[in-house]
C-alpha cells in the first residue's frame, strides 16, 4: 500500500475549483461488457457500450489527462511512454506494466490493496457472497484467486473464463457517488438502489481499511439509518422522509464553509437531513443549502444540473437560472411548462446554530452568484456559461450528454464532453479556449506546452461510449486532495 510523506495530507478538499492533487477513479472493467439491454435499466445504466472504444478511445485520454496534470513523472518521466504501447496495460489495474500512482488512484487497486490482508478478505468475501446469496462452495472457490483476480471479480462479477458469478457494477466509473470529502472528513453514500449496494460496501471496507485513510479514520461519516424503519409499512419506509439515502452527485462544497446538498431521485430529504446534522455537530461546514431538484432521471443529482469552472464562473441548464425563469413565462411548450406544475427548485438554507428559520432563496443564478461574489470573494465579474447556449432544444439535448457536468482541474480549466457542440460554443464566447484532449496530449508529449501553462480551458474527451452511460467527468472522479487556497 502506498505511505504518504509528511508534507501530503492524503485527504483534504476545501471547494469544487482548487488544483486537483490526488483523485479516486475507476477504470471501465470487463463487467461493463456484460450489461444486456433487458437488465441494463435495472443496473442502473442507459445503454450498453462497446468496452474496447471506452476503454482505448476515451476512458484512457481521460487517465492520461489526469497523469499529466497530477503526476506527470508517471507519464512523462522514464518508462511513461508506455502510454503509447497498443496493448495499453499501462491503463489497466493489475497488470505488470499498470501505472500505479498515488495521486491518480483506481479502486480496484485500493481493493486489492485490502485483499492482501488475509482477515479483511475473509470479511469481504463472506460479505459479498452474502449479499449476492452465493453457494458455500462458491465461497470456498474464491479463496484461490489472487488479489488483483479477487477485486476483480468482486468488481466486475465475472470469473476469469467469463462467466457471470453475479451482476457486474457499471456505475462503478461514476466514483463520484462513493462519496465526498469534506475538508478532512469523509462522508460516506447510501446508495438508493440495490444495483449499487455492492460497490457501497466495498467502498466502505476501502475507506476503513486502506493505510490510506488511516488517519482519517475517526473522521469518515456514515449516514444512520432510520432506527425504526423495519417497523415502517412499505410505502412509508420508501418515503423521502424516512428513508436515508445520499450520493456523492448531489453534494458539493462551493466554499470552504458552506455545502450544498441536492435532494433528488436519489438522495432522499432525510438523508440530506441526516448529513446535515452529522457536519454541524463536527463543525464540519457553517451552512448548508438544500436544493430540492425534480426526481427525475435526466436530472439525477445536482451536478448533472450545475458545476463550478472557476470561482466566478458556472456552467448550467438554463430552466434553473434567470434565463429559464423568462422562457417558462413567454413559452408554455417550453422544457418546463403548464402541464409539469412540479418542475421546480426548492432552495433552502441552514446556518450552524442559527436562532432564525432557514433563509428561502430565491433562484440558483442568485445562490451561486452571492457564493462567488461573498464567500469566494472572486474578483471578476460572476458569469454563468448555459448548457446548449441556453436554447431549446440543444440546452436539453446537451444537458443529457453532461454538458453540465465538468470536473475542474483547477481554476478555470475543466474537463468535459466532446459531443457538446453549443456548449462549446458558449463557453468560447465566454473568453475559453476549447482544445480536443488528442491535440493537448501531443502538444504536452512534444514539449510544445505543459499542464504549467493551461488556463481558461474546456478540455474536450471523446464520449461516444462514455456518454452512454449518463455521466461526466465530475461524475467520473472522487477528488480527495485538493491544494487549499
Known sequence: MPSLSHSDPGISVTGETAPLKRVLIHSPDRGLGKVIPSKAQDWLFEDIVHLDTMRRGEYDYFVRLLLWFLDPEKIAGPGGRHAAHPSRSFFKPGTP???RS?????????????????????KITATICGLEQCAYHTQEQLRAYDTDELARIFISGTLPDTRMLFAPLPNLIFT????????????????AKRARTRESLLAQYIFFHHNLFAGHRDRILEIPDNPNHFLLQDEVRDSEFTRATLEGGDVMLVS?????IGCSERTSL??????????????VVQKITILKIPKRRDF????????????????LLNPFGRQGEEARKKDLLHFFNASHPEEHMTILQFEKDAKHKPLQVDNLEDLLADISRNELKSSGPVRFIYSGEGEFPFSEREQWTDSCNLLALRDGVVIG???NDRTQEAFRAAGFQTVHVRDLLRRFETGESDPGRVTQTLVLLPSSELSRARGGPHCMSMPLW????
Open 270 to 283: 432525510y438523508g440530506a437531513r441526516q448529513a446535515m446534522k452529522l457536519l454541524f455537530e463536527r463543525e
Open 256 to 260: 470552504p464553509g458552506h455545502l450544498l
Open 482 to 485: 485538493r491544494e487549499a487556497p
Open 102 to 122: 498515488d495521486r491518480v488512484m483506481d479502486f480496484e487497486t485500493l481493493l486489492s490493496d485490502i485483499l492482501r490482508d488475509e482477515t479483511v478478505r475473509l
Open 300 to 315: 439525477m443529482h445536482i451536478d448533472t444540473i450545475f458545476t463550478q469552472v472557476p470561482q466566478h464562473v458556472w456552467v
Open 97 to 99: 506494466g499498470y501505472y
Open 176 to 191: 463520484r457517488d462513493l462519496g465526498v470529502v469534506i475538508h478532512d472528513y469523509i462522508l460516506l453514500n447510501k446508495p
Open 417 to 419: 464532453y466532446d459531443r
